[in-house]
């Protein structure tokens, strides 16, 4: 029965606070959490310290599917991969636009698509992603799609790298930022777009907490 078990998908660009809105939600709620993009991003670095091309699709599968990960809840959330934290390493800038890249291939999609499904357990999802609402769980019965311009997620993402010592460039991040949305919303599995029952939520001019009390909205209007 665990197509039962209420789910709230939180789709979006990169950057719009999709994460960090999640975390609070789910938190605020007393649900289970999903960060399908740090599934994608632990696959990258999965390929990067195994030497696998991210251009050879079925290499990339079979990575997939045998990708030991795990999510540590708490006040001190871990991402463990073969038993190794790579919280901070799913971080770089190169490590997300691999696992862009590698998004784009169905056979790696229908590989973690499994693993993101598990998660669905009681008392519920909060489930965060660019096709939550549309491919992983088209029936979640609470959809919200979090955008914001590319100029406001750029700086968002330099001030959050800056703040855990990364250096980067705001103009290359806003370069970067608008390269992948075209990339995603191009591709052909699972583009980028809102669900046709999605709440769309621009985040530009709005604090973190208006952000959370949206969404939330979102599900207790129900």
Excluded at 24 to 41: M, Q
Excluded at 67 to 96: H, K, Q, S
């Amino acid at each position: 029965m665990q197509d039962t078990i209420p789910v709230l998908t939180i789709d979006g660009p990169s950057g719009a606070g999709k994460g960090t809105t999640a975390r609070a939600v789910a938190a605020r709620l007393g649900w289970n959490f999903l960060d399908s993009g740090a599934i994608y991003r632990a696959l990258a670095v999965a390929a990067m310290d195994r030497r696998v091309s991210w251009e050879d699709e079925a290499a990339l599968e079979a990575l997939a599917e045998s990708m030991d990960l795990v999510f540590e809840a708490g006040p001190a959330p871990r991402i463990l991969l073969w038993n190794n934290d790579i919280g901070r390493r799913i971080l770089t800038e190169e490590c997300g636009n691999l696992a862009s890249k590698m998004a784009a291939f169905p056979a790696v999609r229908r590989a973690l698509l499994d693993k993101q499904r598990s998660f669905r357990r009681l008392p519920g999802l909060v489930a965060d992603g660019r096709d939550m609402g549309t491919v992983v769980f088209p029936d979640a019965p609470y959809k919200i799609f979090l955008t914001a311009s590319a100029e406001v997620r750029a700086l968002r993402r330099y001030n959050q790298l800056k703040e855990k010592g990364i250096d980067v460039s705001l103009a290359h991040l806003t370069e970067e930022i608008e390269e992948r949305d075209r990339r995603d919303r191009e591709r052909q599995t699972a583009p980028l777009r809102a669900a046709e029952d999605a709440v769309v939520i621009d985040s530009s001019d709005l604090t973190v907490d208006e952000v959370i009390e949206a969404c939330l909205s979102v599900v207790t209007s129900h």
